[in-house]
């Protein structure tokens, strides 16, 4: 399975309306984190589940549901994370 997969299929658990997932890994190609195994990641995600939640407390949600792949297979990661009304206007 792909990291992109994985990613995918752990982030469903917020329920995403919309998720786009990037890998730009092979841009730090020789970077440290990326001889280790690690990728480069960006994520944009829309979900109800950020509704009066801070940027941070938005991050954190997307850092527990990717557990474990924070350590392994994620050694950068790029998030926006909106509602559903902030995605609408913009």
């Known amino acids: 399975m792909s990291v992109v997969t994985a990613i995918r299929e752990r ?5 995403p309306q919309r998720l786009e997932i990037a890998d730009d890994s092979a841009q730090h190609a020789g ?7 690690g990728g480069h990641f960006r994520v944009s ?3 109800a589940q ?11 949600l997307v850092h527990q549901a990717l557990g474990e792949m924070m350590k392994r297979e994620i050694h950068a990661l790029s998030i926006v994370a909106k509602t559903p009304n902030e995605s ?3």
């Open 31 to 37: 970077h440290a984190g990326a001889r280790d195994g």
């Open 50 to 60: 950020f509704a009066g939640q801070t940027t941070l407390a938005r991050h954190r």
């Open 11 to 15: 982030l469903a658990v917020l329920q």
């Open 88 to 90: 609408a206007t913009g």
């Open 45 to 47: 995600i829309v979900s």
